[in-house]
């Protein structure tokens, strides 16, 4: 048995602790089963969180190596500082992580996901409510960060939407033209071109770089400004963040998408157009088919959907970033997301949009 006596200087801070604590680390370190520690702290008067560190370490060690702990404690300092560090949480080792089993994880995924769609519908009907509240009171939507994200989302992204759109049209119109040719009717070829952009690719192409491009970025402006705790600030002076950061780029979003939706079909077009002069298809054939496909009816449904699509992605966006946790990490965390989410619900909704379209006739 080996008996050991720590004694605590008068004043336990961070000068007086260290070279107390580097001396008697190796020899606490040896002691073992059936030895004791008298740890003497009569003299003590004052202790911070140096000496309160080294109590707690002190009774961690001896939970770890069995060794005993009799206190000297006329000034109360061990007894006050284990009143907030509970010995009996001190462990003898480490708990070994738990290994999890695939139902576990899929219930607790169940949870997550659950949670999160109850969390999104709640940010669903706030924002109905809000944006039904501006119909009341107009003057609550501030027009200047409404143009700013507008201009963000529309006229910095119509580079990248002019490029995918002119690709889009130039590939449909080799692949299509590549089977046509052989039956002599490649000039139908501006047929597919134009239904397919108008009611189909264009709205969903535009909604895809939207969400890549400005949803990911709603998400991570919002994101951020909550770690800083910029959100609580505007809820301690009674500002909704709905009202005041989501729905200026909600609107921006849903604005912007039909326009970019038409650029976006012009250059598909233009690109089906270089792919059939090579075929020695003249131009004005080609213009007289792509407006006589280009109905009222099939431009008006690719807006509408375009126009759908672009609420989507602004209100995945935001929801994800006012609901962000408080890390760092957690805003990439909801910029992932926030495009994922959008994805799937554009997918989802093209997909009604198309049963709903062939049931109407239209």
């Not at 480490?94 to 089993?101: D, F, K, M, Q």
């Not at 490649?186 to 690719?201: K, N, Q, S």
């Not at 157009?273 to 690719?302: C, D, E, F, K, R």
Request: hydrophobic letters at 55%; one cysteine or more; proline letters at 4%.
């Amino acid at each position: 048995m080996c008996h050991m006596t720590l004694t605590l200087p008068e004043a336990c801070t961070a000068e007086t602790i260290a070279p107390l604590w580097r001396a008697s680390f190796d020899e606490v370190a040896r002691l073992g089963s059936g030895d004791t520690l008298t740890l003497d702290a009569d003299q003590t008067q004052a202790c911070d969180g140096a000496g309160e560190a080294l109590i707690v370490a002190l009774y961690r060690q001896a939970a770890s190596q069995g060794f005993a702990i009799a206190s000297r404690d006329r000034g109360g300092v061990v007894a006050r500082t284990l009143r907030l560090f509970d010995p009996a949480t001190f462990r003898a080792a480490p708990e070994e992580e738990r290994v999890t089993h695939t139902p576990e994880q899929l219930g607790r995924a169940a949870v997550r996901t659950a949670r999160d769609a109850c969390d999104q519908l709640a940010f669903l009907g706030e924002a109905t409510v809000a944006g039904l509240s501006l119909l009341l009171r107009p003057g609550r939507l501030r027009l200047r960060d409404t143009a700013l994200h507008f201009e963000r989302a529309g006229i910095d992204a119509l580079p990248i939407t002019l490029l995918i759109g002119f690709l889009i049209g130039l590939i449909l119109a080799f692949l299509s033209a590549a089977s046509l040719q052989q039956f002599g009717v490649e000039v139908y070829v501006a047929d597919l071109i134009a239904i397919g952009l108008f009611r189909e690719l264009g709205p969903i192409i535009t909604a895809i770089i939207l969400a890549g491009r400005t949803g990911s970025a709603f998400a991570a402006e919002l994101g951020t400004m909550r770690v800083n705790e910029e959100i609580d600030a505007l809820v301690t002076f009674g500002i909704p963040p709905v009202v005041f950061l989501a729905l200026p780029r909600v609107i921006a979003a849903t604005l912007v998408m039909p326009i970019l939706s038409t650029f976006a079909v012009v250059a598909g077009l233009l690109g089906g157009l270089v792919v059939l002069l090579g075929m020695n298809v003249p131009a004005v054939t080609y213009w007289n088919h792509v407006i006589a496909s280009a109905t009222l009816g099939n431009i008006l449904l690719g807006l509408m959907k375009a126009a759908v699509f672009g609420l989507l992605v602004g209100l995945v966006g935001c929801s994800h970033g006012l609901q962000a946790e408080r890390s760092p990490d957690a805003v990439g965390r909801s910029a992932t997301a926030a495009v994922v989410g959008s994805l799937i619900l554009i997918t989802l909704f093209d997909g009604v949009f198309a049963v709903l379209f062939y049931i109407l006739g239209v």
